[in-house]
């Protein structure tokens, strides 16, 4: 069974680097045809997709944040993580990561970031 665990500090300060990181469990991050996303929702607004990881590495971000966000994975540890840089208050959000092998997807429980001074 896949499951995944979103972890990370709960509070950041504006102009820092969010980081967090997913450990996966029940599946080997560099299984074929896998690929592996982060998300967000801000209060009272949708889902937000961030960026994906594939399983051989290639990344793939959001237009409107690839200047600031970095998505990598470290295969001894089967984590994947997130690093957002340069946050304000509209980073607030709940994060989640997913795992897709098509047409199946698991997703974490989600863990809430505020940026906040």
């Known amino acids: 069974q896949v499951q995944l665990q979103e972890s990370g500090p709960g509070l950041v300060a504006p102009s820092q680097t969010l980081s967090l990181t997913c450990t996966v469990s029940?599946?080997?991050?560099?299984?074929?045809?896998?690929?592996w996303s982060w998300l967000r929702q801000p209060p009272e607004k949708g889902l937000e997709w961030m960026g994906v990881?594939?399983?051989?590495?290639?990344?793939w971000y959001s237009p409107s944040l690839k200047s600031r966000t970095s998505i990598s994975y470290d295969t001894s540890k089967n984590q994947f993580s997130l690093q957002l840089s340069s946050v304000t208050p509209e980073d607030t959000a709940v994060y989640y990561c997913?795992?897709?092998?098509?047409?199946?997807?698991?997703w974490g429980q989600g863990t809430q970031v505020t940026v906040s001074s």
């Open positions: 997913r795992a897709i092998r098509w047409p199946l997807q698991h």
């Open positions: 990881i594939g399983d051989d590495g290639r990344t």
């Open positions: 029940g599946v080997s991050i560099t299984t074929r045809w896998h690929a």
